[in-house]
């Protein structure tokens, strides 16, 4: 099928047919794309292959030995961690599914632990650098207001940009200060505007909006100046020009402002669980990746400014 159309030569006639009702159960259970499939796929070739050339066997004949010493060659060749932690995740999935359905007595990947994945630090912006960053727009001009809008809105609220270049009118309650979004997997939250944003958007509405939008009727809240609605390349193409205009010079992500959010209210005491719910993280240790950011930015102070830093 073409979802995994690619060299059958690299495996033997029985474990293709094997690898082919693996992809198709992949596909069907639990909805991978294309790509994920191909580097399953690719992973169970390579790891075929050795075990035909180096122990003689299949892969329904492997052990845990045999994938204990297949990954301590790869880490020795020099493959780093989080293409190993891929490659078991691929032999897990392949081993359960054949204990599921009988072909194997045991999971040789039970009790093999993946590699420790050192995630970065988000990239954000300090206060001094998001204050330019929102003074660089020509607010004279229709666009130039539109994207200091959208860069208050950002700021005010942590929304992905996903989220932002998605908002429509009805999604956002002037009376009340909050803007409901829906996040990933279809979650619903609702979000302080604040007064400076909420203040943006009012002033916006019947101004900038209103020119961008002309003849055209679209619910998008932001819209370009065809008077369509933006899209996340668009404003994400408009931070950058507005980060060279202010004299940013550090790696900006389309995430950056989210990112400066959360670390500017943990840095002013924010409480951990209140910033999970502005992002929309259902869970908690991936908004702990901002204390981490906060503390790190601390140390950086202290060192800096303590006489014995």
Same mark, same amino acid.
């Given at each position: 099928?073409?979802?995994?159309?690619?060299?059958?030569?690299?495996?033997?006639?029985?474990?293709?047919?094997?690898?082919?009702?693996?992809?198709?159960?992949?596909?069907?259970?639990?909805?991978?794309?294309?790509?994920?499939?191909?580097?399953?796929?690719?992973?169970?070739?390579?790891?075929?292959?050795?075990? =035909? @050339?180096?122990?003689?066997?299949?892969? $329904?004949?492997?052990? /845990?030995?045999? #994938?204990? %010493?297949?990954? &301590?060659?790869?880490?020795?060749?020099?493959?780093?961690?989080?293409?190993?932690?891929?490659?078991?995740?691929?032999?897990?999935?392949?081993?359960?599914?054949?204990?599921?359905?009988?072909?194997?007595?045991?999971?040789?990947?039970?009790?093999?632990?993946?590699?420790?994945?050192?995630?970065?630090?988000?990239?954000?912006?300090?206060?001094?650098?998001?204050?330019?960053?929102?003074?660089?727009?020509?607010?004279?001009?229709?666009?130039?207001?539109?994207?200091?809008?959208?860069?208050?809105?950002?700021?005010?609220?942590?929304?992905?940009?996903?989220?932002?270049?998605?908002?429509?009118?009805?999604?956002?309650?002037?009376?009340?200060?909050?803007?409901?979004?829906?996040?990933?997997?279809?979650?619903?939250?609702?979000?302080?505007?604040?007064?400076? =944003? @909420?203040?943006?958007?009012?002033?916006? $509405?019947?101004?900038? /909006?209103?020119? #961008?939008? %002309?003849?055209? &009727?679209?619910?998008?809240?932001?819209?370009?100046?065809?008077?369509?609605?933006?899209?996340?390349?668009?404003?994400?193409?408009?931070?950058?020009?507005?980060?060279?205009?202010?004299?940013?010079?550090?790696?900006?992500?389309?995430?950056?402002?989210?990112?400066?959010?959360?670390?500017?209210?943990?840095?002013?005491?924010?409480?951990?669980?209140?910033?999970?719910?502005?992002?929309?993280?259902?869970?908690?240790?991936?908004?702990?990746?901002?204390?981490?950011?906060?503390?790190?930015?601390?140390?950086?102070?202290?060192?800096?400014?303590?006489?014995?830093?």
């Amino acid at each position: 099928m073409a979802r995994h159309n690619t060299d059958r030569r690299a495996l033997a006639e029985g474990e293709e047919a094997l690898l082919g009702v693996f992809l198709d159960t992949l596909w069907m259970e639990r909805g991978l794309s294309d790509h994920t499939l191909s580097a399953y796929r690719s992973d169970l070739v390579a790891y075929s292959r050795w075990l =035909a @050339q180096r122990h003689g066997i299949a892969l $329904l004949q492997a052990g /845990r030995e045999h #994938l204990i %010493g297949y990954l &301590a060659e790869r880490v020795g060749s020099g493959a780093k961690a989080r293409t190993t932690a891929r490659l078991l995740a691929s032999l897990r999935s392949f081993y359960r599914l054949q204990l599921r359905e009988g072909r194997v007595a045991e999971d040789p990947t039970l009790q093999v632990d993946s590699p420790k994945l050192v995630r970065p630090l988000p990239g954000t912006l300090n206060e001094p650098e998001v204050e330019a960053l929102l003074l660089a727009p020509n607010c004279d001009e229709p666009m130039g207001f539109r994207d200091r809008t959208m860069l208050e809105v950002a700021y005010a609220t942590g929304l992905r940009v996903s989220e932002l270049v998605g908002l429509c009118l009805g999604q956002v309650n002037l009376r009340q200060g909050v803007l409901r979004t829906i996040g990933k997997a279809n979650k619903e939250r609702l979000v302080p505007l604040g007064d400076e =944003a @909420q203040a943006w958007i009012e002033d916006y $509405l019947p101004g900038a /909006r209103a020119v #961008l939008l %002309g003849a055209n &009727a679209t619910p998008a809240l932001f819209v370009s100046r065809c008077g369509k609605a933006m899209t996340r390349q668009a404003f994400w193409y408009r931070v950058k020009h507005y980060a060279q205009v202010a004299g940013i010079g550090k790696p900006l992500s389309p995430h950056t402002l989210r990112h400066s959010f959360a670390t500017h209210l943990l840095n002013h005491g924010a409480d951990l669980r209140v910033v999970q719910l502005l992002l929309g993280h259902s869970d908690l240790a991936t908004t702990q990746i901002y204390t981490h950011v906060a503390q790190h930015r601390l140390q950086e102070l202290h060192a800096r400014h303590h006489p014995r830093g």
